[in-house]
């Protein structure tokens, strides 16, 4: 057992329902899995308990007094605490963890991945903060994994190598995510599922969902869409939705678990989700829901935006408008709505997309091949 390999994996909330590739890295990769979490200074093990109890007061003063990098003060405790774990390896969940981590990585010969999803690398304020940082880390870390092209793009513009970027992108299960026919809804239905936050502005799905309806026949059918989530933006849906009187229409069913989720998915027609740059530069990385839908046999109305175009094939298993153009997408729900066999033949081609293209054991399996090359 002495040599069994031995991933410390460092990640940012425990139990985070929107986090489930992180999950998956916890369960299917090989090995011996050890994990902390927490943001930098924050950070606490599995039992709850702050590495730091009282430390991490004073240094995160101390580090905004001087202006210093609070990695540069945490450099001796981190140290530490990854020789009590003694790692093989460490993975660490999303970009700023792994800047925090690797001084001290480095200075202990501890290979080091660094997994980027999204928000890390498209808010401004971590842009203008870690735009230096990360291009000096990559040149100590084995490899940085990405999710999509976009986000490849982004981290050479900050000046990583290329050869230090790994692309892979998430996958999910075929088995959970299957097609079955005989769950389809009696009524037409548009499913989007995912945190009612401004990057998935779940608003511009109602509003485009509420002009399809109303473009045919003035109204009168039976289309209906269901939005599996919940969010900061839910009041603001619900009264988005309230307003326009469609509360028999538009459901907002809050969070799901992934049996539910994929029952909806049978039952839906096909997905949307809406997804733009927030307001702080917030963007997705690859949105599995969108994964999942297409591993369903649904096409998926989204937008150009992020790592979408490298799920969706515009045109062949969905399609996609730009971001906020609210009519495009609008018609095109329209389109679909009055054209099963257009749906039909659209959700055949994204599954064997999402087949060829977005599996979990793929995603798995470009991680742990990383790993066993060490």
Known sequence: MENEFRLLIVGRSYGVKS??????HIEYLNGEKRLIYGRRWDMINVEGDFIWPVRRYFQHVLSAITNLDDAYWFRGSVKKVLQE????AILAQFGPAGEFLYPAAKELDIPLFVHFHGFDISRYLILWRFRKKFAKMAEQAQGLFVVSERMVEQL??????REKIILNPYGVDPKLFEPKNSGSSEEPT?????????????????????????SINGGDNPLKLRIIGDGPLRKHCEVLIKKNGMERDIQILGFQTPDEISRHMNEAMAFVQHSVTAWDGNMEGLPLAIIEAQMSGKPVISTVHAGIPDIVAHGETGYLVAEKDVKGMAEFMTKMATDPELVSQMGVRARERALKKFTLQQHIQGIQKQLDAL
């Open 190 to 214: 548009f499913l989007m599922v995912g945190r009612l936050v401004a990057k998935k502005a779940p608003h511009l799905s109602i509003q485009a969902f509420i002009e399809a309806k109303k």
């Open 156 to 161: 050479l513009k900050m000046g990583v190598p």
């Open 85 to 88: 774990q003694q790692p093989s």
């Open 19 to 24: 986090e489930t590739f992180i999950d998956n």
